[in-house]
């Protein structure tokens, strides 16, 4: 039974830093972080493939970095300079298929976990 389990959310001032987590059950060569503001589509925010290759939403690009530790199956995302508009549940993703261009994408990944809120005010 696979499981992805985020940690980290909370609530920040505009301009703070948060750090989220994301612990799999097992090894998976492409991971990612999506977001999902009320009444919006969820939307890839970042991304490591298999190859290695990051990606950055340009929404966020210079503000994220997604790192990934494959010896301890887990994922994380360092968000500095935080908006308002950066408030949303955010979810880990992965799967063991190379993503490629197409990284940004809900169908590309196989598995989700529940998500954890981040809110800035």
């Known amino acids: 039974h696979v499981q992805l389990v985020e940690s980290g959310g909370g609530s920040v001032r505009a301009g703070g830093s948060l750090t989220l987590y994301c612990a799999a059950s097992r090894f998976f060569p492409c991971m990612g972080w999506f977001r999902q503001a009320p009444g919006r589509e969820r939307e890839g925010v970042a991304a490591?493939?298999?190859?290695?290759?990051?990606r950055y939403a340009d929404s966020v690009k210079g503000r994220v970095t997604i790192s990934k530790d494959n010896a301890k199956n887990s994922l994380s995302l360092q968000m500095n300079s935080l908006q308002p508009e950066d408030s949303a549940m955010y979810y880990c993703a992965a799967t063991p298929r190379r993503n490629g261009i197409f990284w940004s994408l809900v169908s590309a990944y196989d598995y989700w976990g529940q998500g954890t809120q981040v809110t800035v005010s």
């Open positions: 490591i493939d298999s190859d290695g290759t990051i």
